[in-house]
């Protein structure tokens, strides 16, 4: 009897709100122990309207009825016994209250369990939010989705306690988006039904079922529209007019992501700057199936970047920022945190109570300490340079894909092509050797494309374009233009390297900046290394795995000689970069540093090891190095013989 009290009371709660007077009743309702005397001052002493009172003396009422079962009936007895001769009214009020609380069917609705809204709904919804949180107050509606059972009697609460008219119509939003088709066909006919939201609940109408004679967007179009504001309210980046599909890589990422699907995990793409990782993350989750099915709480971009000092350690600063601005994009009543921890702690809540099976995407993040912070238990993508970025996450699912393949030649003159608002077939012969040179590079592509688009018939520009990429002088291609005329953030393409390099550990970047030594597109196994860098087998693989995970080395299938080595190449962009920026005669002396190591053999180049390097390279380096070395050759290799005195090779 009580549940059924409770509930009528709640279905006529507007009514009770307009015909009640709160100064009239409260005496009575204190006298009867049904309100404190602090209650009733505090009622008392807000300027609000007696309709605004009223509300908040039921509210008090039904939390009460917590603890206190016989609440309800007693005040329907207050009602009764002392209003009774003031009006006809309430005593019809009253009488409603128990009619509707048991008419047949009512309470069967309200145990309609939530269930999910079908993609149409959820645009629906989500294109029309800004209406309904800024023109609907919930007062005229709630009354109505409790009894049609929409809306539970908890729910009914937690939008009632909202401190704001917004913030009270924002709340049933977020709470009619996680219920079912059938709640959600309820809550539009409310609307309709309703003079002043009609034209409101026609406009959420398109999106209905058409077997309850609502008109229906085709299914291709409604995805289209789901998906654009999904990503749009999730601060995704929008496709660039100049975009070519990669639909394997992007396959590859989407099933990464759909076995999320039943548990919280991290999914890491990585690869060298240029290679298109953030183009292709924002392209895996632009699909509306699996926004739909996988991730129905929505996608949250946000963009890291670099967080170190100039000491070289995690900018917490900075750090507390980024997160900062996330929590309060998610949620603008919530206090900035004031701390890390806090912000972590924070973020966690947010997503968890908020967004459930959500989606964070995290940018172009750096180091593990940085992915750490936003290690907060939820759906987790990450594009990065940096393999490594999910070490310390703990997470029931850590999968990473590596982007190690830019374009093929097809691909690469289709997004030259793009660029200059041609098809490939109107491309000028200098086309293949710009693609062959750029090596696939979308990164490079798309610089070239972007300097050529303003006169994209100049043979002269063409040729000379050519010229440079053939020299390898990446760093003199420069788009004289605001950055933002492209897809890519820098201007050249030696910034991009720049960051990588100096975003390196001490440790590691005297040990890469020997890899000036190397000629372009040359083969070399770890092997060598152990002999240039003067490390043990063991320490040689580890930091060379380290520059491969941040992508500033590229894995290499192992040759046939060498198969038990991991073979290496160093992209031409990152040679390009190293000549640049290392003064000559420091690459001298690493030059030297090779040689040296190479002839601490004390002449024996018999005993020399056969990594596939020495023999073939050795010359070079002593050329390079500058100085006059006495070699006296005495050995026998497996293709020729030679046997001679000391000579002076310079």
């Known amino acids: 009897?009580?549940?059924?009290?409770?509930?009528?009371?709640?279905?006529?709660?507007?009514?009770?709100?307009?015909?009640?007077?709160?100064?009239?009743?409260?005496?009575?309702?204190?006298?009867?122990?049904?309100?404190?005397?602090?209650?009733?001052?505090?009622?008392?002493?807000?300027?609000?309207?007696?309709?605004?009172?009223?509300?908040?003396?039921?509210?008090?009422?039904?939390?009460?009825?917590?603890?206190?079962?016989?609440?309800?009936?007693r005040f329907l007895k207050v009602l009764d016994d002392e209003f009774l001769s003031g009006g006809q009214y309430l005593h019809e009020l009253v009488s409603k209250v128990y009619d509707d609380s048991s008419s047949p069917g009512v309470l069967e609705r309200y145990h309609v369990q939530p269930g999910h809204l079908d993609p149409n709904q959820k645009a629906a919804i989500l294109s029309n939010e800004e209406a309904l949180v800024s023109s609907l107050n919930v007062d005229d509606v709630l009354a109505d989705m409790v009894s049609l059972g929409v809306l539970s009697l908890d729910e009914n609460e937690v939008i009632r306690s909202g401190a704001t008219f917004r913030d009270r119509a924002r709340r049933l939003v977020q709470i009619i988006y996680r219920k079912s088709s059938q709640q959600f066909v309820h809550f539009v006919q409310t609307l309709v039904a309703h003079d002043v939201y009609s034209a409101l609940g026609q406009r959420l109408l398109m999106v209905g079922e058409t077997n309850k004679g609502f008109e229906a967007a085709s299914q291709g179009e409604c995805d289209r529209k789901y998906v654009a504001e999904v990503l749009k309210r999730g601060h995704v980046p929008p496709r660039h007019s100049v975009f070519v599909d990669r639909p394997d890589m992007i396959q590859s990422i989407r099933s990464q992501l759909s076995q999320l699907k039943e548990t919280d995990g991290w999914v890491v793409v990585h690869g060298m700057a240029g290679f298109g990782k953030t183009i292709l993350a924002a392209e895996a989750i632009r699909?509306?199936?699996?926004?739909?099915?996988?991730?129905?709480?929505?996608?949250?971009?946000?963009?890291?970047?670099?967080?170190?000092?100039?000491?070289?350690?995690?900018?917490?600063?900075?750090?507390?920022?980024?997160?900062?601005?996330?929590?309060?994009?998610?949620?603008?009543?919530?206090?900035?945190?004031?701390?890390?921890?806090?912000?972590?702690?924070?973020?966690?809540?947010?997503?968890?109570?908020?967004?459930?099976?959500?989606?964070?995407?995290?940018?172009?993040?750096?180091?593990?300490?940085?992915?750490?912070?936003?290690?907060?238990?939820?759906?987790?993508?990450?594009?990065?340079?940096?393999?490594?970025?999910?070490?310390?996450?703990?997470?029931?699912?850590?999968?990473?894909?590596?982007?190690?393949?830019?374009?093929?030649?097809?691909?690469?003159?289709?997004?030259?092509?793009?660029?200059?608002?041609?098809?490939?077939?109107?491309?000028?012969?200098?086309?293949?050797?710009?693609?062959?040179?750029?090596?696939?590079?979308?990164?490079?592509?798309?610089?070239?494309?972007?300097?050529?688009?303003?006169?994209?018939?100049?043979?002269?520009?063409?040729?000379?374009?050519?010229?440079?990429?053939?020299?390898?002088?990446?760093?003199?291609?420069?788009?004289?233009?605001?950055?933002?005329?492209?897809?890519?953030?820098?201007?050249?393409?030696?910034?991009?390297?720049?960051?990588?390099?100096?975003?390196?550990?001490?440790?590691?970047?005297?040990?890469?900046?020997?890899f000036v030594v190397f000629d372009y597109n040359t083969l070399v196994s770890s092997r060598a290394l152990e002999v240039i860098w003067n490390k043990d087998s063991l320490e040689t693989e580890e930091l060379l795995m380290e520059l491969v995970g941040l992508s500033l080395v590229q894995k290499a299938p192992p040759s046939d000689d060498n198969s038990e080595y991991i073979v290496f190449v160093v992209h031409d962009i990152v040679l390009d970069y190293l000549q640049q920026h290392i003064q000559p005669e420091k690459q001298v002396e690493h030059h030297s540093t090779v040689v040296k190591r190479y002839t601490e053999c004390e002449g024996a180049?018999?005993?020399?090891?056969?990594?596939?390097?020495?023999?073939?390279?050795?010359?070079?380096?002593?050329?390079?190095?500058?100085?006059?070395?006495?070699?006296?050759?005495?050995?026998?290799?497996?293709?020729?013989?030679?046997?001679?005195?000391?000579?002076?090779?310079?």
């Open 287 to 514: 699909h509306a199936s699996l926004l739909r099915d996988v991730f129905p709480g929505g996608v949250h971009w946000l963009p890291v970047g670099q967080m170190v000092t100039k000491d070289g350690d995690i900018d917490q600063a900075k750090l507390l920022t980024r997160l900062q601005n996330l929590i309060v994009r998610l949620d603008d009543e919530v206090a900035r945190p004031p701390n890390l921890e806090a912000a972590t702690n924070t973020l966690q809540k947010i997503l968890s109570e908020k967004y459930p099976r959500c989606l964070l995407v995290l940018d172009d993040i750096w180091s593990p300490e940085v992915a750490l912070a936003f290690s907060v238990r939820c759906c987790t993508m990450v594009t990065s340079r940096n393999s490594a970025v999910a070490s310390m996450v703990q997470a029931p699912i850590v999968s990473s894909m590596e982007i190690s393949t830019g374009f093929s030649e097809e691909e690469g003159k289709l997004l030259l092509a793009q660029w200059l608002n041609r098809r490939p077939s109107q491309l000028p012969k200098e086309a293949d050797s710009v693609i062959e040179c750029c090596r696939g590079s979308p990164m490079v592509i798309a610089l070239i494309g972007a300097i050529l688009k303003k006169n994209p018939d100049s043979e002269r520009k063409w040729k000379l374009i050519v010229e440079k990429l053939k020299k390898k002088h990446f760093h003199s291609i420069k788009l004289h233009a605001p950055v933002n005329e492209w897809s890519y953030q820098h201007a050249t393409l030696n910034a991009s390297i720049e960051l990588s390099v100096e975003n390196l550990p001490p440790r590691l970047q005297e040990l890469f900046e020997m």
């Open 605 to 650: 180049y018999a005993h020399l090891p056969d990594d596939g390097y020495v023999y073939q390279k050795l010359i070079g380096h002593i050329a390079a190095s500058g100085t006059y070395v006495a070699v006296k050759f005495c050995f026998i290799s497996s293709m020729f013989t030679f046997v001679g005195d000391s000579y002076l090779l310079g």
């Open 1 to 73: 009897m009580e549940n059924k009290l409770r509930y009528g009371l709640l279905a006529n709660h507007g009514v009770l709100v307009i015909k009640l007077d709160p100064t009239a009743i409260m005496p009575f309702l204190v006298s009867e122990g049904l309100l404190s005397l602090d209650e009733k001052q505090v009622i008392d002493s807000t300027k609000a309207t007696g309709g605004e009172k009223t509300d908040g003396l039921l509210t008090i009422i039904h939390r009460r009825a917590v603890a206190d079962d016989g609440i309800y009936e």
